[in-house]
């Protein structure tokens, strides 16, 4: 897996986070992500835990301070050159920071910082499963109008990909019509259809995957050690959301990757093993509170 993919598949996460803290973030969300057995006889399921506490300041400023857990369990069936005992779990916890600033009506600024947690955390934790993130800009949004719509520019660094320069950030989000919305966006562009009140379908384009330390060094038949995994996969995905009451969601999402690359890296983050490369469905499911 090339740098390029990686980090653009770690600012959609700065992305989500930006985009969601900067309008109405959500207060708790549970979420369960299944990838299932593919071609490369890997398995992957994940489980997210996220909880944010707004704190108003002033009239319109808020500074929103959360956390976020996800636990990933990966299941490579096949045989391989080296134990896979250290590849079974890995976890990620993000611990979010955030400042709205509302200057004019339209306009805000936010700034995030995310310090973070990655790690297989089979030892005692130590300095490589720690990373710090970061992301700045500007939001446009337009509400209580006919065609209400959101943009966002900004800029987002991430620390622990190889090309560790502030990478840009766009998205912009517009309901023209009264049942459909758009969206487009780097790296999320999709359609939504809204169906009355309660209910609502969207189909997007959108990257997933993960960065994690590897606390045991896998050393592989070459002597080289692997010191980190990652993956990245581009999806397109079907999804529905049904509203249970005010600010309180179900939802569901299915698809498929359009590409899949889950790797070993050396210390230098150089891709020097492929885990999973093939093709796979993908399923998504939660609950959510907004604000």
Known sequence: MNS????????????????????????????????????????????????????????SNNLVIGVEYNRLAYNLQRELPFSSAGLKQFHVVDFNMAYVWKFTPNWRFIGVVTPRLSSTLSNPIENGDFSVNATAGFLKEKKNIDKPAIMVLGIAYNSTVALRVPLPIFYYEKRFHKNWSYVVGLPKTGMKYHMKEKHQFQTEFIFDGYYVNLQNNIVLPNTTSASSVSSSAALVTVGYQ????????????????????????DEDRNDIFTLNDNPSFYFRTGFRIGL
Do not use: W
């Open 4 to 59: 390029r993919k990686f980090s653009t598949c770690a600012v959609f996460f700065l992305l989500c986070s930006f985009v969601g803290l900067s309008q109405t973030p959500d207060i708790v969300r549970a979420e369960y992500m299944m990838m299932p057995r593919n071609g490369s006889d890997a398995e992957l399921s994940r489980m997210k835990l996220l909880v944010n506490v707004p704190i108003k300041v002033q009239d």
């Open 242 to 265: 049904y509203k249970l009451a005010a600010n309180t969601f179900l939802y569901a999402y299915a698809g498929h990757t359009v590409f899949q690359d889950g790797v070993l890296r």
